[in-house]
């Protein structure tokens, strides 16, 4: 169980176009999710996190108008890179997290992420 | 300076040898500490996590976290080839949901 599956696994596209990253929760609920960008030998960073029905929450740096992240149902949340420029090329991976303790997936007192595994953007 | 500091590697080892993994942090209202094992093309699946100080074992891991230094550790015991991935500290802050990442120390265990 708890498996994150995200597509496309890479994409190249011209630079100004638009891409979109689909992440979906195949067998739980996730309440919450969560984009993060790694660039390469560089930690992995949290874009922002999105609650379903609710508008993202960006990290400071983060431009909100670039990077449009829309959850809409509980099993998929989309990322869309407009405009995209060739510094924008990076791996980009989603997470999500059921709704807490009482439904968690683990009997811990963590509520675990659990990860997609990524989506590599090359823009020329 | 960074919030979480790990040496990237890689990291060489024969199949059965111990093998040590640290992170360093500066923030010292970090209180979860993690560990991610991710295998290349795959995300990050959670190994281990701990709560404030100590050690926590499962396993062949061992996960520890040392406060006072601000310095976590995971030890993996009898090392097996399939332990070769890249493995990734993790932290946050109580009741946050904000993970700080390591770059992560690429492991290669040969037989």
């Known amino acids: 169980g708890a498996v994150v599956s995200q597509h496309p696994s890479w994409v190249i596209c011209k630079s100004g176009t638009s891409v979109k990253i689909e992440c979906r929760s195949l067998d739980f609920q996730a309440t919450t999710m969560f984009w993060y960008r790694q660039f390469p030998k560089q930690s992995l960073m949290l874009m922002a996190t999105?609650?379903?029905?609710?508008?993202?929450?960006?990290e400071q740096g983060v431009e909100k108008d670039k990077f449009l992240i829309n959850h809409a149902s509980l099993t998929l949340s989309t990322l869309t890179v407009t405009s995209a420029h060739p510094e924008d090329s990076s791996f980009y991976i989603c997470s999500a997290r059921g709704p807490g303790l009482a439904g968690g997936l683990r009997k811990s007192s963590y509520n675990e992420q659990f990860f997609g595994p990524g989506t590599r953007l090359t823009v020329l | 300076q960074k919030e979480v500091e790990q040496d990237p590697g890689p990291l060489s080892v024969p199949e059965g040898a111990i093998v040590s993994l640290n992170c360093t942090y500066s923030?010292?209202?970090?209180?979860?500490f993690m560990w991610y094992r991710q295998y290349s093309r795959k995300g990050p699946e959670l190994l281990m996590y701990?709560?404030?100080?100590g050690n926590k074992e499962d396993g062949r891991f061992t996960a520890q976290v040392d406060k006072s230094s601000k310095y976590i550790s995971l030890f993996i015991r009898d090392s097996q080839p399939s332990d070769s991935a890249t493995y990734l500290c993790a932290m946050s802050v109580y009741n946050t949901d904000k993970l700080i990442f390591g770059t992560g120390t690429r492991l290669q265990v040969f037989p």
């Open positions: 923030n010292s209202a970090f209180q979860y």
């Open positions: 701990t709560y404030s100080s």
């Open positions: 999105s609650n379903e029905g609710s508008k993202a929450t960006y």
